[in-house]
């Protein structure tokens, strides 16, 4: 299957699920920071990689194919957490460009330019989810 | 306080701009990589660099490494049961959480603390 872009489905989600996810994502951001300055770099890190917006994510695609699939007469629940199986499927690859955008980060951000290493580690994270994504679908 | 709101700020905004990017792809196993994408990180390593420096961010990249391995055992086990059972989404990735952070904090302790 070819990789597609649909903007359509934007007009499906809700502003309260957009806000959803700005304020998950927010408080995650802000609660790294507190937890790093009270319990050290080690332990806030740890929270870099936390799955902030999973939960509501999942939630979303679930909703979205379900409604999809009961606007035409049928049962979703089914397919609803099908959709959401697949995408989870999905992050756990890109958790995998994930660990290397950390190693990058702990490897040369203290001592090359912020944001070359930023950008780098961004662009392997994107470079290594998309390979395995491309290798797990030849399997 | 006022570093906690642009953070809260900065965080959503970027999170919420991946989501975006995440939700207008298909296939769907795709977009999911998006759903593991490095938002609050850039958002909170960026923000350490000006408060702490560069070398207390790297401290805190090194120790993302257990977190992301603690996401893909989440994330893994998320798709499985979810696919398997007939739980709601939201029930199964809530109830993972405690898995995240139990993975997280053991991957860390045994390479870095013991």
Known sequence: ?139 | MSQSLARFIIGGAIVSAFAIIGDVLKPKSFAGLFGAAPSVALATLAMTIVSDGLSYAGMEGRSMMAGAIAFFIYASLASRIMMRYKFRAILVTLCLIPVWLGVAGGVYYLVWVR
């Open chain 1, 1 to 139: 299957m070819r990789i597609q872009v649909n903007f359509s489905t934007l007009r499906q989600t809700r502003w309260h699920d957009y806000a959803v996810r700005f304020i998950f994502g927010g408080l995650i951001t802000a609660l790294a920071g507190i937890i790093a300055r009270k319990f050290g770099p080690g332990i806030g890190g740890l929270f870099l990689a936390f799955p902030a917006i999973f939960p509501a994510s999942a939630t979303l695609i679930e909703k979205h194919e379900r409604e999809k699939k009961e606007s035409h007469g049928l049962k979703g629940e089914a397919r609803g957490r099908s959709a959401a199986s697949i995408d989870a499927a999905g992050s756990s690859m890109g958790s995998i460009g994930l660990f290397f955008f950390a190693l990058v980060v702990s490897q040369f951000l203290a001592r090359d330019r912020a944001w070359i290493v930023l950008g780098g580690a961004t662009a392997l994270w994107l470079g290594v989810s998309v390979a395995v994504w491309q290798i797990r679908k030849a399997l």
